[in-house]
């Protein structure tokens, strides 16, 4: 089979995921830095979704980042992080610890060259194309704090509409930008859930977060383009309103977190999940053998009837066994029908 033939086999097995189509189950495996370039050290590979035979491909725009001193780096947003080849750092510093300005600017949007490039990378991938188009209550988050963001919420909620505002306008007009590439879906990175809950209370994510949510997905749809959100940790308390604001796919399901086939129940039909497979315990510190019976387990329960991608349910990293990845592309490969 040709690429060009591989490639429209891969996005149809997609495609049907998310129409909710029985059939093969799609699959994805991405890996952080230090991470990826071991597995592909292992897998004599250049190219982690080639080496991998991913289902799913990640594109993003170029980051813009300058030195902010020793181990440091700053972001367009002026967000300073440390450095750590092993992951993408933390947030070492956050440009308005005082509160939210009464003023607010943003970086200016991507530029032609950045799309071009996007566009370039995009036209290169071997399977389903998602573009990530950035984030909202993470970034603010980042720009202010978490635990200051999560105290506007009720001190300064005014402050709060204008921050959401701004920052929903400028990822839609990314999207927007974005429009010309070859690319599937739309991906917005936006955490919302910490291990055993959400961050905020639910009626705090309806009136701050899901209009926004909502607009960006209709502007993805009218774009023709699907809409994932990503969050990590638990979402079971929202889980059922991201059909109904036109989410089209949740990543990435940690059932560290959160029972998943309790949440595919809550939205039966209407919401594709993605990911499954825990990366905490499973993939990390489970044998072999449990990983490949865990992820026919995963995929005989909740990928039967379609709307399911199969995925560790977070980035692997450095402490995931090459054993473990092994297992679980073993049996991923049978289920998307590419052994």
Known sequence: MGLTEDKQRRTNIVKGALEHRPGHIPFHVDALPTAAARILDAFSGSDLDRALRNSLSWVSLPKRRTEAGAGLTADEFGVVWTVDPSNRGHVYRHPWPDGIPSEINLPPLPTDLEVSALAE???????????????????????????????????????????????????????????GIQCDAFFLSDDYGAQASLMMRPETWRRFIAPRVERLAAVSHELGRAFFLHSCGCVREIAADLPGIGVDALHPVQPECQNVKTIMEMTKGKLTLYGGVGTQDVMRSAEASEVRSEVRRVATELGQEGGFILAPSISLMEDVPLENIKAFLAEAWQLAGES
């Open 121 to 179: 990378k995009a036209a290169s991938r071997p399977g389903y194309v998602v573009a990530w188009v950035g984030d909202l209550f993470e970034r603010a988050h980042f720009l202010r704090g978490l635990e200051g963001i999560l105290t506007d919420f009720h001190l300064d909620p005014d402050g709060m509409e204008r921050l959401l505002d701004a920052l929903t306008e400028r990822i839609s007009r990314t999207m927007r930008l974005m429009s």
